[in-house]
Each structure stands twice: as structure tokens, then as C-alpha cells.
């Protein structure tokens, strides 16, 4: 096994090499590396956000709220269809998962149960629509939507999302978002950098559904009290400073939908406030809307919260205007930057949030450091004390298989956590156990009377199998870890994985050529650790 | 003397066996310590895997006022909030619980948004918020973890090495991993992903010692065929003795500086890892080997052929 075979040279050199190339971009001033030639790999490390500082977020799309939207649309959806098909209805509810209406006249029964059949609901991508049409017991008939419609809907909701939130984080200026999606209703967002971890939040999380609906001014105060409400009205609490709720009218006038431009900007006090722009379509309803109710208040709603209630003075044609509310200036810039983003399909909740600051990272990245160091230098002297010359060699190993570990993770992109660093020094200690084992199966084959050379090939040729035997364990250990978990236990899992492959090459190939070049030049008759 | 190896002696005959009997005694009663400690005071749970809200925050040059921000944080209605100091005068610590039926996210902007118009000028190093749908995912992935990993390495015991051996690994593993919980238990470590982490590598170099010893004795055990199997263990034992030591020692040095100089969040983890390799190192000659022998080897129906490659010239077996 000593007996050094050209491959094995040409190997150990090329993997020095490798690693010294692919480590450099880490240890370079950036100054240095930006003029470096462009063949040479550039790639760094990527530092996890517990090194680097800033916010991980798992969001989760709320499918109970958008598994009620769906069903009231439906509901509406039927009445529509039904009215415009002049059918005569009654006992419209909606109970439980299931939209029941009943047709009054038994002659249109048929007729309004193909209409629905045909028109209501949606296809699916995988053929067939996506609700069930049903006829029961008097006159009835029931709608409801298969099984698969609500995985398909929030998967749908998520893609969505993705799309809007992206826009609303690089309208925030984040830099390098990475906004992933995760199982059926989750999505990850990945936010490096300073930015404020809690407006990030609030720009994400806002579901920013805008209507502007009227006032209804016919209800007395007593009314409202009384909970005597119509049912085509509805009750919103209120941000204003004038009143804690308004009674409105259901119905939108305009919606958020049909907007084109949101900005933040000033009314003539040069307090904040939001300039918008309607489309076409919205600026024609808009002006129909202003122009029928002049004098009347109308409320500017938010995701169910009215933001203001201002009185129509003259019909505004133009189809822009001007929201005024409690803004600062960063709300009002805030808020126009997710209004012209769009409204998210279904609310958002936090599920996770794991934000750390750049100075805490900072604090990290020298402490990793500092221990990595420490570390490698208690083992470099401590394998050196012990075993001499030949733990010279396995102290040169070793730290080529450092270069090697930083050059893979830096090539592959993986990225470093601080439970990373742990794993990095963990690795460092495995992979001195190969040289031990090496050594000491050495050091007994002397004592079982073998000459130098031949024991010292005996120790590496037995010791392999336990070699690969023990670290077989570890990387058992490694994969289910990579596979359990959350970011920074995945980063340990990952060094201690790529550590302990490349340490099994390092550390029994390495060596081996530096001890066969060593035998060649000093023809040695024992081993120095014996 | 340099280089050092050259002063451990070059055969150690230590009567491992013969102390078995007392350091099975110790372990049993460590890993009932460990049982009652799990009950009472039980495990404290970190917001990994109970849910929950950690903040820290900065308060500059100015010390931070813990009862300014308790009694701001108290009007939240978050039932039982922490606030502790953590290291230095101006580092603090709230840890909280969301309410049910909250969103963690919002309630964390809450608190933060109270303890910010209480102190003034703050600055949140860290906010970990867990949610109840997270936290519930997260505590069966990480048993499932370990019990994949467990399972996986008696699958390859199995493979690896006959019954009496897997069965000595076996309970050697599930000694390391008791200890190093009770460890947990007994240092009050909050128990999070990182101490999972932890244990998942302990029973991977728990393993790993495990296994370098074993072979050995299967070596031994087909050369000398007529040794007592006390004496064989014995002799296999102190045969790879110098490399445990070596091993283990390079492993401890390494981590020992993790835990001095890594800070405050890979303390818990380094500690653990320590306490496993020192465990790990002690089970596999006090606990894996012993069981063996309470066990027995077969090996009257051993083929007296070596297995694996041997020399050629193999040496003359010494007599027992």
C-alpha cells in the first residue's frame, strides 16, 4: 500500500490544490479577489443568517379563511347566476362546508339544476370541475367542492402569494430575498441584511384587500346598538378618530383589484397620505359611484378596519384621488407599496420567525472563528506531542482536509451556521481518529515483530475497515440530521457530512503518500512512533 | 520524551472486567437517576419544541430596567412572562408563551413594540417566535430522528456483527443517549433542534467507539481460540486502549474550546457533545463489552479460518 502508485500522488496533489483554489475566495481581501482572474473561482462561503444577521419567516396561509371565502363567493355565485337566469329562489344558505338554495318553482328545477352544473365553480387542472352539483328532498339542491379543490385552491393561494410578496420585499429594497415554498400551505422567506424584521412582517403579512363602500346613513345610532342591521349592510370597526364603527354597505363600489398605481405622498397640510389610480373599468365605476351619491360619506376599508370615511363632494371623474387616514410617513409609503403590490389571496400567519441582529452575527462569526482556531491549534499541538513526525503528517492532513471542506461548501453554495462551526471542529477531531487508528494499528504490528515498512503498510491496509466502519455511524447521524430540521441543524448535519467524507480521504490518503515519500528518502529501519 | 505516544506503555493490562461489576452498578443507578429526573424535574423545554417567543434586546450604555419592562409587558395579557437578565447589565432575555389562538407573529410585535416605548431606546439582538403548528411538527421530527437513528444503527450492527455483539451496542447506545438526557436534565438546559443535533452525533460516535472495539475482539477472537472470554475482552479492551485515549483526549480538546470560546448559544451543544464523547468512551469498554459477556460468545462453531485479509505470514498464536 505504500508503494506509491502515480494516481495516488496525482491525487493528493490535485485535492491540495482544489481545496487551496476554492478556499482562497474566503481568505482574500475583497479588493484582491475582485481582480483576480475570472477563471478562478469567486464563490464564498454563504454565511447562514445566524452568522450574518436577519430574519428567516415561515408563513402560513391561512386555508380556513380562504376555504370561507371560497364558500361565500360560491354562495353569491349561485344567487347571481340564479337572478340572472330569472329564477325564482328561496332559502339560499350556506351551512357547514355545503351551499343550499331552494328553487321555488318545481317546473325550473331541472333547468336551474343544469344551469349550476354547468356554470358554477371552476375546472381543475387535472380535468372535471371543482364542485359537486346535487339534487336532495324538496326542490333542493346542494353545492359543494370536492376534496381536491382546497389542496389545489391553497396550493394556487401559495403560488400567488409567492408572486406578491416577492413584489412587496423588492419594493422594500431587501436585498437577496430568497422566498421559497414549503409543503402545501407554507412559505419560507429568507431575509438577510438589517432591514427591520417587524416591517417586513407587516409589509408581508398584510392581506391588503381595499374596497370602498357607502355608508349606509339611514340607520340611527339606536339601530346600530340594537344589532337591528339589514342583511345587505355590515359592521367594521374603524382606525379613524371620528367614530369606533361604521355601518356599510356590503356591496363595493370600487375594489383594490381594479387599481393601478399607489404612492405615497401629501395632502395640502403636508400630512402623509396615498395617491392611487383606478384602470379603466375602475374609474368608470368610480365615477358612476361619486357621481350617484353626492353628499353622502363613503369608507375607505382595509382589510375589514376602515381607514377613513370622507364625504363625496362631486363626482370624481378622472378615476385617481387620494387616501387620508392616520399615516406616517413610512405607513403611507408602506401601505401604497402592498396596495400596488395586490392583495393576498388568503391572510398570512407567522408561524416561525427567527431574526438575528447583524451585530449579534457579527459577535457569532468572531466567536466561531476564535474557536475554530483555538480548537485546530489544541489538536495540531496535541497530535504532534503525540506521535512526532508522524503526527506532523497527520496535522498536514488534516489541514488540507480543512481547505477541502471550506472549498466543497464554498463551490456547492452550502451555507455555514453556527451550529455549523460546531460541526466543523467535531469534524476536525474525527478526522484525527483515522490517523490514530492508522498509527496504533501500526505501532502493534511492530510489536508483533513486523519490520518498519511492512508494518507501516499492515496499519493502514487493516485499519480501513474500521476506519469505514466508524465513520459509517457518523454519517447515519449526519444524513437524519440534515433531514430533521430547520436551517442552522441542517448546517451542522452538512459539515459534519462533507467532514467526514472528505476526512476518510484526507487522512488515510495523505498520509500514506507523506509516509511512503518519507521511507523513500531516510530508508528508515523503525517507525518514529514505536 | 517526544514523541509522547512513547510513554504510554506499550501493554497496558488493566482488569477491566473485574470492575465491571461496580461501574454497572453506577451506571444502572445513573440511568435511574435519569428516569426520576425525567419525571420530576422533567425536561425543560425550549420554544423549538413547546412554542413560543424569545426576544433579546440592547439597552446601549444605560442598564436595562427589568421592572419597567415586566410591568409593560404584564398589561399584554401573556399570562407568565420571564424577563431575565443575560450576561452583561444592558443584555435582557423575555421569553413568553402566545397565547392560545394568537398569532405568534403579531403578539411578538406586540411585546416588542411595549418593551420599546417602556425603555426607550432598544435594540432586539434576537427574536426566535415558534408557532403551536411548528412546535407540534417539530417535537415528533425530532424524536422520529432518533429513533430512525437508533434503528438505523441496529440495522447496520446487524449486518456488521453477530447478535451477542448488536445487543451489547444496542443497550451500550441507549446508555449514552440516557446519560447525556440526564446530563440535560440535570444542567437545565433548555432542551432545543441543537441538543437533538447533539444527541443524534453522540450516538453516532457512541457507535462509532463501539464498533472499533468490537472489531477487535472479533480479531482477537479468532486468534486466540481458546482465551477465557474475560481475558479476551480484557486484552481487546487494553489493545485499543491507547487509541480511545488518543482519540477521545483530541476530541475533548477540540470541543472544550467550543465551549469557552463559542458563545453563549453553542454553550448548551458543546457541553452535551463532551459530556457524550467521555460517555461514549466509557460505555463502549464498561457497557457494550460486559453485556457480551453476560451474554456469551458462541464459538465453538467459529470456522477456524481467519476472516479478512491477513498477512501471510501469519504470526504463531500465543499460547492463553
Do not use: C
Not at chain 2, 130 to 150: D, H, I, M, N, R
Not at chain 2, 176 to 192: A, K, N, P, V
Amino acid at each position: 500500500m505504500l508503494a506509491l502508485s502515480r494516481w495516488k500522488v496525482i491525487l493528493v496533489l490535485a485535492s491540495a490544490i482544489f481545496g487551496l483554489v476554492f478556499t482562497l475566495p474566503n481568505l482574500l481581501p475583497p479588493s484582491v479577489l475582485e481582480a483576480a482572474p475570472s477563471w478562478l473561482p469567486h464563490d464564498k462561503l454563504s454565511l447562514g443568517l445566524d452568522l450574518r444577521g436577519g430574519s428567516y419567516l415561515l408563513e402560513e396561509v391561512d386555508t380556513n379563511a380562504l376555504n370561507q371565502e371560497r364558500l361565500t363567493n360560491l354562495t353569491e355565485d349561485v344567487r347571481a347566476r340564479l337572478r340572472v337566469a330569472q329564477i325564482v329562489f328561496s332559502d339560499l344558505t350556506l351551512a357547514g362546508q355545503k351551499v343550499s338554495v331552494r328553487i321555488t318553482d318545481p317546473g325550473h328545477y331541472d333547468q336551474a339544476f343544469k344551469l349550476l352544473g354547468n356554470q358554477i365553480g371552476e375546472g381543475l387542472p387535472g380535468g372535471g370541475r371543482d364542485v359537486n352539483v346535487r339534487q336532495t328532498a324538496d326542490q333542493h339542491i346542494e353545492i359543494s367542492f370536492v376534496p381536491q379543490a382546497a389542496r389545489t385552491a391553497a396550493e394556487d393561494a401559495v403560488t400567488r402569494s409567492i408572486e406578491i410578496i416577492r413584489k412587496r420585499i423588492d419594493a422594500l429594497g431587501a436585498t437577496n430575498p430568497s422566498i421559497t415554498r414549503q409543503g402545501a400551505n407554507r412559505i419560507v422567506i429568507e431575509a438577510p441584511g438589517e432591514s427591520d424584521p417587524e416591517r417586513l412582517k407587516a409589509v408581508i403579512g398584510k392581506t391588503a384587500k381595499l374596497t370602498f363602500q357607502l355608508v349606509d346613513t339611514t340607520l340611527s345610532a339606536d339601530d346600530m346598538k340594537a344589532g337591528r342591521i339589514p342583511p345587505d349592510d355590515e359592521v367594521l370597526p374603524s382606525d379613524d378618530h371620528y367614530q369606533e364603527a361604521y355601518v356599510l354597505k356590503r356591496r363595493a363600489m370600487v375594489d383594490g383589484g381594479m387599481l393601478t398605481n399607489a404612492a405615497g405622498s401629501h395632502d395640502e397640510n403636508g400630512s402623509p397620505n396615498i395617491a392611487f389610480a383606478f384602470n379603466g373599468m375602475g374609474a368608470q365605476r368610480f365615477a358612476e359611484a361619486t357621481s350617484e351619491n353626492v353628499g353622502k360619506p363613503f369608507a375607505i376599508v382595509l382589510d375589514k378596519r376602515v381607514i377613513s370615511a370622507p364625504v363625496i363632494r362631486g363626482a370624481i371623474p378622472g378615476g385617481s384621488g387620494e387616501i387620508t387616514g392616520n399615516f406616517t410617513e413610512e405607513s403611507s409609503h408602506d401601505l401604497a407599496l402592498i396596495l400596488k403590490s395586490g392583495a393576498l389571496p388568503a391572510p398570512l400567519h407567522v408561524v416561525e420567525q427567527h431574526t438575528v441582529g447583524a451585530e449579534l452575527g457579527a459577535d457569532a462569526v468572531k466567536a466561531g472563528q476564535l474557536s475554530i482556531l483555538i480548537g485546530a491549534a489544541l489538536i495540531f499541538t496535541f497530535i504532534l506531542l503525540a506521535y512526532g513526525l508522524f503526527g506532523g503528517f497527520a496535522a498536514m492532513a488534516l489541514a488540507i482536509n480543512g481547505l477541502m471542506i471550506v472549498g466543497v461548501m464554498s463551490l456547492f453554495h452550502a451555507t455555514l451556521t453556527l451550529p455549523g462551526v460546531a460541526g466543523l471542529v467535531l469534524t476536525l477531531a474525527v478526522a484525527v481518529d483515522a490517523n490514530v487508528l492508522i498509527y496504533e494499528r501500526m505501532r502493534d504490528e511492530v510489536r508483533g515483530g513486523r519490520p518498519a515498512m511492512s508494518a507501516a503498510d499492515a496499519g493502514f491496509r487493516r485499519a480501513l475497515v474500521t476506519i469505514i466502519d466508524a465513520n459509517v455511524t457518523t454519517v447515519v447521524a449526519a444524513v437524519i440530521m440534515f433531514n430533521l430540521g430547520a436551517g442552522p441543524v441542517k448546517g451542522f448535519a452538512l459539515t459534519l457530512l462533507i467532514g467526514v467524507l472528505t476526512s476518510v480521504f484526507t487522512a488515510v490518503l495523505i498520509t500514506q503518500v507523506l509516509i511512503g515519500w518519507w521511507f523513500r528518502a531516510f530508508k528508515s529501519k523503525t517507525l518514529p512512533i514505536v | 520524551m517526544w514523541p509522547l505516544i512513547k510513554l504510554l506503555p506499550k501493554k497496558t493490562n488493566v482488569p477491566f472486567v473485574s470492575l465491571a461489576r461496580v461501574f454497572a452498578t453506577l451506571s444502572i443507578l445513573a440511568v435511574i437517576a435519569t428516569g426520576v429526573g425525567a419525571v420530576w424535574p422533567g425536561l425543560n423545554l425550549g420554544i423549538d419544541f413547546k412554542g413560543g417567543t424569545v426576544l433579546e434586546f440592547n439597552t446601549g450604555a444605560r442598564s436595562a430596567d427589568l421592572a419597567k419592562v415586566r410591568s409593560a409587558v404584564s398589561g399584554l395579557n401573556l399570562g407568565d412572562v420571564q424577563v431575565q437578565r443575560f450576561g452583561a447589565d444592558n443584555d435582557a432575555v423575555v421569553r413568553f408563551q402566545t397565547p392560545a389562538g394568537a398569532d405568534a407573529g403579531v403578539v411578538a410585535t406586540k411585546v416588542k413594540g411595549a418593551i420599546a416605548s417602556a425603555l426607550g431606546q432598544v435594540s432586539f439582538l434576537r427574536t426566535d417566535v415558534v408557532g403551536p403548528e411548528v412546535s407540534g411538527e417539530l417535537e415528533w421530527k425530532g424524536l422520529a430522528a432518533l429513533f430512525t437513528a437508533v434503528g438505523l444503527m441496529l440495522i447496520y450492527i446487524w449486518f456488521r456483527f453477530e447478535l451477542q455483539f448488536g445487543l451489547g451496542a444496542v443497550v451500550a447506545l441507549f446508555h449514552d443517549l440516557t446519560l447525556s438526557f440526564g446530563l440535560i436534565l440535570l444542567l437545565r438546559l433548555e432542551f432545543s433542534l441543537n441538543l437533538v443535533a447533539a444527541l443524534l452525533t453522540i450516538i453516532g460516535y457512541s457507535m462509532n467507539d463501539t464498533v472499533v472495539v468490537f472489531d477487535r475482539l472479533r480479531e482477537n477472537r479468532r486468534k486466540y481460540k481458546r482465551m477465557p472470554l474475560r481475558e479476551l475482552i480484557d486484552l481487546s479492551v487494553n489493545e485499543t486502549l491507547s487509541r480511545t485515549v488518543i482519540t477521545g483526549l483530541t476530541a475533548l480538546l477540540a470541543l472544550s474550546g467550543l465551549a469557552a470560546f463559542g458563545g453563549e448559544s453553542l454553550r448548551p451543544l458543546s457541553i452535551v457533545l463532551l459530556f457524550g464523547i467521555v460517555i461514549g468512551t466509557y460505555s463502549s469498554i464498561y457497557v457494550a463489552s460486559p453485556i457480551i459477556l453476560l451474554w456469551g460468545m458462541r464459538r465453538d462453531d467459529e470456522p477456524a479460518r481467519p476472516i479478512g485479509p491477513q498477512p501471510a505470514n501469519a504470526r504463531a498464536i500465543p499460547k492463553p
